[in-house]
């Protein structure tokens, strides 16, 4: 039995499985239509490791495949008024699997804007079991959740489409601003813990 040879075949997979989630987060910046905002230079390595420039295809070849966790932090440039920061956060989990997907807004009280751009932006990101059907859903069950934070001060909530679970987390910071959290996570149960069907159902 060859178990060299099968270590490194497990690696190559494994490093693979790291270079498409790289890469499947490095094309949703460009696949989320948010004008509003500049992304700096995308980090060929994620956090929390800091890798010098020579040393980044021995760490690619002898270190990724290997991580336990890990997560690119997407700190993005506002360029419009009424944006005062947008932050995306991706994170793995061993296997690299994919964990959450957060989507940061502080901005001005605007529900419809906050509920269409952080809908498209979870709708870009194509994760598993995603439905072009669920985006109108998802935009009303995020609108409906910043209204109600603007009038009540602090929203948090759920909500469930197909495999994908969204918690809402929304607080009015000042007259004008508010900060709105969204996090996706992969889930096999409804709501109420019941097991999903094949298709995603309840």
Same mark, same amino acid.
Not at 124 to 153: F, I, M, P, Q
């Given at each position: 039995?060859?178990? !060299?040879?099968? #270590?490194?075949?497990?690696?190559?997979?494994? !490093?693979?499985?790291?270079? @498409?989630?790289?890469? $499947?987060?490095?094309?949703?910046?460009?696949?989320?239509?948010?004008?509003?905002?500049?992304?700096?230079? /995308?980090?060929?390595?994620?956090?929390?490791?800091?890798?010098?420039?020579?040393?980044?295809?021995?760490?690619? #070849?002898?270190?990724?495949?290997?991580?336990?966790?890990?997560?690119?932090?997407?700190?993005?440039?506002?360029?419009?008024?009424?944006?005062?920061?947008?932050?995306?956060?991706?994170? /793995?989990?061993?296997?690299?699997?994919?964990?959450?997907?957060?989507?940061? /807004? !502080?901005?001005?009280?605007?529900?419809?804007?906050? +509920?269409? #751009?952080?809908?498209?932006?979870?709708?870009?990101? +194509?994760? $598993?079991?995603?439905?072009?059907?669920?985006?109108?859903?998802?935009?009303?069950?995020? !609108?409906?959740?910043?209204?109600?934070? *603007?009038?009540?001060?602090?929203?948090?909530?759920?909500?469930?489409?197909? /495999?994908?679970?969204?918690?809402?987390?929304? @607080?009015?910071?000042?007259?004008?601003?508010?900060? *709105?959290?969204?996090?996706?996570?992969? *889930?096999? *149960?409804?709501?109420?813990?019941?097991?999903?069907?094949?298709?995603?159902?309840?």
């Amino acid at each position: 039995m060859d178990l !060299r040879g099968r #270590k490194r075949r497990q690696a190559g997979e494994l !490093r693979a499985k790291y270079i @498409a989630n790289r890469e $499947k987060v490095r094309s949703w910046r460009t696949s989320w239509d948010c004008p509003e905002v500049e992304w700096p230079r /995308f980090p060929h390595v994620p956090s929390p490791w800091l890798v010098r420039p020579d040393e980044q295809d021995r760490w690619l #070849k002898h270190t990724a495949p290997h991580m336990d966790a890990y997560e690119w932090v997407l700190p993005a440039r506002p360029l419009a008024q009424g944006i005062s920061e947008l932050q995306a956060r991706w994170a /793995f989990h061993q296997g690299h699997e994919f964990e959450s997907l957060t989507i940061r /807004f !502080r901005s001005v009280l605007d529900p419809d804007y906050l +509920a269409e #751009k952080i809908a498209l932006g979870i709708h870009a990101a +194509a994760l $598993k079991g995603w439905r072009d059907d669920d985006l109108h859903s998802l935009y009303d069950w995020l !609108r409906e959740g910043v209204t109600h934070c *603007t009038n009540s001060g602090r929203v948090t909530g759920t909500h469930r489409s197909g /495999f994908l679970l969204f918690k809402i987390t929304c @607080a009015i910071v000042s007259r004008t601003e508010m900060i *709105t959290e969204v996090r996706t996570t992969l *889930t096999d *149960t409804s709501l109420d813990g019941a097991p999903l069907h094949a298709d995603g159902s309840s």
